[in-house]
């Protein structure tokens, strides 16, 4: 699951524009739900699959133990998601000369450090907390940050409450600009709402690994998917889906669609034993974080690089699969490339047994 979920992350974060990328293959502009935007959360609950399999170890560790392993981890995952925001490093100025980037105008947040922000506390939950202090914390981090959200502002994306919160904490440099003014879609507030797909994960992998594969335990899996997706269709219509917010409706939808696809990889992959397909994707799956910075730096030095008055990025595209493949299908196309093309380095990585892990 993990493997598939960085399969499509890359593929998705490869896409040429709006204009030459299909529909799927995109972001909701605001309001709405794609199969892009189910990329990152599923990520989120993945990485609590992976922690009801840490959780076993942490038991048996002192609480200063604990506390240094997940702080530790979390800050690397942290640092590693600044300095690829923070990347190339050096530029030069106006008079040529080769200096250090300003670090003022760099971005704090982002993917991997919403990753790392929502790991520290489902761990910290989880582990001193227990079960119950975790679904505690997730019923009250839907429902604060619905309140919060509704109180603080409006849904739209210069009157929202989390983009208030940023500009004060972090100011307007440090913040994304992509959507023309600066808010960050991995914003301090979202962070509440984001740290319960992780929760949610870890509740889905214990479940599994306790009860072990069955119908019934397929049965329920869908079942609990299935109601958590009419709960938040019927909750969307006064908090709308909204990944860029992080919505709770979004939460808890997104949540409902990984334990369907949870249960269906449980009965094809454990029960109905059809495996001959997986190895693509463990290989994904083994070295995620590496792969995933591998395809963020090569992605910007596309960017960087020049040929002629083009990014290396659009000539690329252009020449080598626009011209043939036309403007949709050049831009998959041209994305599965790049993907498989990251793949390959894991592929060698996993048959040297090389697993780079924090």
């Known amino acids: 699951m993990r493997g598939i979920t960085l399969t499509l992350m890359i593929i998705v974060n490869m896409s040429i524009s709006e204009e030459k990328s299909y529909a799927p ?8 739900l794609t199969l892009t935007d189910l990329v990152f959360p599923t990520f989120l609950f993945v990485v609590g699959t992976s ?13 200063a ?3 240094k392993k997940v702080f530790v981890r979390s800050a690397l995952i942290f640092l590693c998601g ?21 670090l003022e105008n760099t971005r704090i947040l982002g993917v991997l450090q919403r990753i790392a922000l929502s790991y520290c506390i489902a761990s910290l939950v989880i582990h001193f907390g227990k079960a119950r202090a975790a679904a505690l914390y997730s019923l009250f981090a839907l429902v604060g940050y619905w309140w919060i959200m509704a109180s603080f502002g409006d849904f739209s994306l210069e009157g929202n409450a989390a983009i208030k919160l940023d500009k004060a904490l972090l100011g307007a440099s440090h913040m994304y600009k992509g959507e023309g003014v600066p808010f960050d879609p991995e914003g301090i507030l979202g962070t509440l709402p984001s740290t319960v797909n992780v929760m949610a994960g870890y509740f889905a992998g214990r479940f599994l690994r306790t009860t072990g594969p069955s119908y019934e335990v397929v049965a329920k899996l869908l ?37 369907c696809v949870l249960a269906t990889l449980c009965y094809v992959i454990d029960i109905a034993s059809i495996r001959k397909w997986t190895g693509f994707f463990e290989v994904f799956g083994k070295n995620t974080l590496f792969i995933y910075l591998l395809s963020e730096v090569l992605s910007s030095i596309f960017w960087i690089a020049q040929v002629g008055d083009k990014a290396l990025f659009d000539w ?23 993907m498989l093309v990251c793949w390959s380095v894991g592929y060698v990585m996993d048959k040297k047994r090389i697993y780079i892990k924090l």
């Open 223 to 259: 079942m609990a998917g299935a109601v958590a997706v009419v709960m938040a269709l019927v909750w969307s219509a006064i908090f709308p889906f909204n990944k860029k917010l992080w919505s709770s409706s979004y939460v808890v939808c997104t949540v409902g669609i990984d334990l």
């Open 25 to 32: 293959l995109l972001h909701a502009v605001w309001h709405g």
């Open 82 to 102: 600044y300095l690829l925001y923070w990347f190339p490093f050096f530029q030069p100025d106006k008079a040529g000369h080769w200096g250090l980037i300003p």
């Open 316 to 338: 690329l595209y252009a020449n080598g699969f626009q011209w043939w493949a036309g403007d949709k299908n050049g831009s998959l196309i041209f994305a599965s490339v790049f």
């Open 51 to 63: 922690l009801s399999f840490a959780m076993d170890r942490y038991q048996c560790m002192g609480h």
């Open 65 to 67: 133990a604990v506390l």
